[in-house]
């Protein structure tokens, strides 16, 4: 079975400074999906960042970007000119590839806080 | 291009009465989700469907929980009766071959 771990229960950073969150994940397959979404408090699960196993070029989206450690099974989110927006549950996820898309797993998400 | 659309946004009800959440998944996704979250359990899955199937529902607490896909554009999660432990915010989510989009979930209030 799959599991993703975030170590970071809670987290702050100043406004405009950059912040890395941590996830590792433990699984024996080859072929899968890493995800970051994002709560904010109005509670909607929004899709971060995406990074599929096979590509080892790290994914970014503007100010987001992953550091991806398939090796170590690491793979962390990094948020850039932090912005009090920014201010969210961030979750971890786990995509096993198959053909009905369960095997899907969180992570117990780290709560950020961006601080004026 | 919509996203995920969930209704209603809020519910307040009274233990014993009947909820209806319902769902609308992104056009072309071929599987649905239904979530439940609280505080205290995180994010639960408790049912999803394939190509309007339901392909595995053991996250269903009870009996008293109940959804549906009659067709690939609608799904409902029914509580009957509800009670106030049944209180959480219900995500709806679709995808197609990989990723989860969610809907903007909705909260239940049992008094």
């Known amino acids: 079975a799959q599991t993703v771990t975030q170590s970071q229960p809670e987290m702050s950073v100043q406004e405009a400074e950059t912040v890395t969150l941590s996830c590792t994940y433990d699984?024996?397959?080859?072929?899968?999906?890493l995800f970051w979404y994002k709560q904010p408090p109005s509670r909607q699960m929004i899709l971060v960042i995406r990074?599929?196993?096979?590509?080892?070029q790290n994914a970014t989206e503007n100010r987001f970007s992953v550091n991806f450690q398939k090796a170590a099974k690491s793979f962390s989110l990094k948020i850039s000119d932090s912005q009090l927006g920014d201010t969210a549950m961030y979750f971890c996820?786990?995509?096993?590839?198959?053909?009905?898309?369960?095997?899907?797993?969180f992570g117990p998400g780290t709560r950020l806080s961006v601080l004026p | 291009d919509a996203g995920v659309i969930q209704s209603p946004r809020h519910e307040v009800t009274e233990m014993g009465q009947e909820v209806t959440l319902r769902c609308k998944p992104i056009?072309?996704?071929?599987?649905l989700f239904w979530y439940r979250q609280t505080m205290m359990r995180g994010l639960e899955l408790l049912i999803y469907?394939?190509?309007?199937?339901?392909?595995?529902d053991s996250g269903m607490p009870e009996d008293r929980f109940s959804a549906k896909m009659p067709n690939a554009s609608f799904s409902t999660l029914k509580i009957q009766p509800s009670e106030p432990r049944d209180s959480a915010v219900y995500f709806c989510?679709?995808?197609?071959?990989?990723?989860?989009?969610f809907g903007e979930g909705s909260r239940l209030t049992v008094l």
């Open positions: 469907f394939n190509n309007n199937v339901p392909i595995d």
């Open positions: 699984t024996s397959e080859n072929n899968y999906y």
């Open positions: 056009s072309g996704h071929n599987s």
């Open positions: 996820a786990f995509h096993l590839r198959d053909n009905y898309g369960q095997n899907f797993v």
């Open positions: 990074q599929e196993a096979y590509k080892q």
């Open positions: 989510a679709s995808s197609f071959l990989t990723g989860r989009f």
